[in-house]
């Protein structure tokens, strides 16, 4: 790795000093699982880390009203422990725990997850059903990034240099929602997803579709929702058959790349049959 | 890694063919790349630049035409290219064919053929491809812009 | 050249006062400035396990970690897992047992197994696999791993020395 100044701010104030003085060669450095692994490989060679491994007072988790909000440096392994999570967010706690290996998720923060930029990150694609709002401070102030929007490109998110992920926050009751989701990994257990998804559908007293959410992650430069699936599902009742349709159009969405974990052409299929399971999983008794 | 596109290109074939063999026009048109320098008439060195988030790849090689088949309106640019910081490369092999749709428009078939070399590991293939993807697409409408304002 | 930093490490119980580069891993600082050579290098992506450290009770790949991050913490490699000349319940187990072969899997997977008996005391096999799927092991193709987890997890509930 190139040599790189470090930082070691306290506190959010002193850190969004830092941030606000920061230039185009400065990377924020959380839990380290993502961003040196850039580093490592010399894709990356920032010339200054403000390291966040002294920061106190950004965790916490916590409910008010219905709304839970997660401090961006708790680490994923408290995260998908806390009963708070377990009990009102139970498909965010499932996705957490096939995130990598519980070593990972000790040393990686809700904060790296949300603002790395990796479509092959596990957890954005929960977030995303689940209609969460990044929120994002600077010197000048706090702004709420709804995290559909969220995700430019690879590694590219909405954050301007001087702002610092502080917390997510994930607003609604969602008991009477149905979600199902499915981390393919063909290869092995500790690698990322060949295709992930994450489905969300709200219904009626007549079993017609209201609202739903379908998220791909890991077939595309981002985590995405596929809204031309959704459109199709709204007023209807989910059948074989318009499922198959809806995953077909998400499928029709992804631009996945040939890796260890698949080809391009097969992620696609993949991203079509795990997209209709997790509808009709979600859609079922 | 293949990339085949087809695009539609508002100008005459003979003219759209004497541009693409011309490196000269052809640097003009890459917006993606940096310091561009014409060598000679089949040659020139550049240097492409991928940015996105914290990664930075700067890939400095040369560019060759290999194949003017006027008779066929077949041409071939290879392309060879490093980053010696991130200790890798790729080589890439960039087919044109020409077809006349109409006296005013061509269509214009790319194909490109690109192999990754030494070090350049996952993270970094996926960015690549899209930095080539968008730099074909930023080519063909820099191409189409020239004409228009010609 | 970035200039040296001082930063103190206390490593199975020992300080020790060193200077690094901000870019120094901390695994390589623990072997080659240290001399502590329990974690090794597999992967250097985080992924295989074997260079696992614990930084402060929490399991740390000492690949994808900075020493300097590090300052004023307390670090247990698995050299300091024994009591003096007496092997720790879990180091016995795998003995006992035959959960290693090469043993360049077997620092990371040692202290895995701590982390793991030390929150749950009799895990369940998926629980097992569960936890120790991020330490990967080339020889021993795991049964003998599991079964050497299993005795220690009895072992430290009854409070004897393993077996």
């Not at chain 1, 380290?32 to 966040?52: E, M, W, Y």
């Not at chain 1, 979600?179 to 998804?197: I, M, N």
């Not at chain 2, 063999?21 to 008439?41: F, L, P, R, S």
Request: charged fraction near 25%.
């Amino acid at each position: 790795m190139r040599d790189f100044q470090l930082d070691s701010p306290v506190d959010k104030p002193q850190t969004l000093q830092l941030l606000a003085a920061a230039d185009d060669d400065t990377r924020l450095l959380a839990g380290g699982t993502g961003l040196l692994n850039l580093l490592k490989q010399r894709l990356a060679s920032p010339g200054r880390l403000i390291s966040l491994h002294r920061v106190t007072d950004l965790g916490g988790i916590t409910l008010d009203g219905t709304t839970v909000t997660i401090g961006a440096l708790e680490r994923l392994i408290d995260i998908g422990e806390h009963p708070l999570i377990g009990e009102r967010l139970p498909v965010l706690r499932d996705t957490l725990a096939e995130v990598a290996s519980p070593r990972i998720r000790m040393m990686a923060t809700l904060g790296g997850a949300v603002a790395h930029g990796d479509p092959n990150q596990d957890t954005p694609v929960a977030l995303m059903a689940l209609d969460a709002i990044v929120v994002a401070e600077s010197r000048d102030g706090v702004t709420e990034l709804p995290i559909a929007g969220f995700y430019r490109d690879y590694y590219e998110t909405r954050l301007s240099p001087d702002q610092l992920v502080t917390a997510v926050r994930i607003p609604g009751d969602w008991h009477s929602s149905r979600f199902s989701h499915k981390k393919f990994t063909p290869g092995s257990r500790e690698d990322y997803a060949c295709v992930g998804v994450c489905v969300r559908l709200d219904f009626d007293d007549r079993n017609r579709c209201t609202d739903s959410r379908i998220v791909l992650g890991s077939v595309g430069p981002t985590v995405f929702r596929s809204r031309a699936a959704e459109e199709l599902l709204a007023g209807k009742a989910i059948t074989e058959n318009l499922a198959r349709q809806a995953a077909q159009i998400a499928a029709n969405e992804t631009d996945p790349v040939d890796d260890t974990r698949g080809s391009a052409d097969y992620k696609r299929r993949m991203a079509g049959v795990w997209v209709r399971r997790c509808l009709l999983e979600a859609a079922g008794p | 890694m293949r990339f085949d596109q087809q695009y539609t290109v508002e100008q005459a074939r003979d003219l759209l063919w004497s541009t693409l063999m011309d490196v000269h026009k052809v640097a003009a048109c890459m917006q993606g790349v940096e310091e561009m320098i014409v060598v000679d008439d089949d040659r020139y060195e550049g240097t492409l630049m991928v940015k996105m988030g914290p990664v930075r790849l700067r890939f400095s090689g040369e560019v060759m035409v290999v194949t003017r088949d006027a008779d066929n309106w077949i041409g071939v640019l290879e392309a060879n290219a490093r980053d010696p910081k991130a200790g890798g490369g790729f080589k890439a092999s960039l087919e044109m064919r020409l077809v006349e749709l109409t006296a005013m428009q061509t269509e214009l078939t790319i194909t490109l053929d690109t192999t990754f070399l030494g070090r350049i590991g996952e993270l970094g293939r996926p960015l690549i491809k899209k930095k080539i993807n968008s730099m074909m697409d930023e080519f063909i409408a820099a191409l189409n812009e020239q004409y228009v304002t010609a | 050249m970035t200039a040296k930093q001082a930063i103190s490490l206390r490593v199975n119980g020992i300080d020790h006062a060193i200077q690094v580069e901000p870019r120094r891993l901390l695994l390589d600082c623990l072997r080659d400035d240290l001399g502590i050579t329990g974690p090794k290098e597999g992967c250097g992506v985080g992924v295989c396990g074997a260079c696992t450290v614990m930084v402060d009770g929490r399991l740390v790949s000492a690949c994808l970690e900075l020493a300097v991050r590090c300052d004023g913490t307390d670090i247990v490699t698995v050299e300091g897992l024994a009591d003096g000349e007496t092997l720790h319940p879990i180091q016995q187990a795998f003995i006992d047992h035959g959960g290693f072969q090469c043993g360049i899997c077997t620092p990371g997977m040692v202290l895995t197994a701590k982390a793991l008996l030390d929150r749950n005391p009799a895990p369940s096999d998926d629980e097992i696999e569960a936890w120790m799927m991020g330490s990967l092991c080339r020889c021993t193709g795991y049964y003998k791993i599991a079964e050497s987890i299993r005795a220690a997890g009895k072992a430290m509930s009854t409070g004897t020395k393993g077996g």
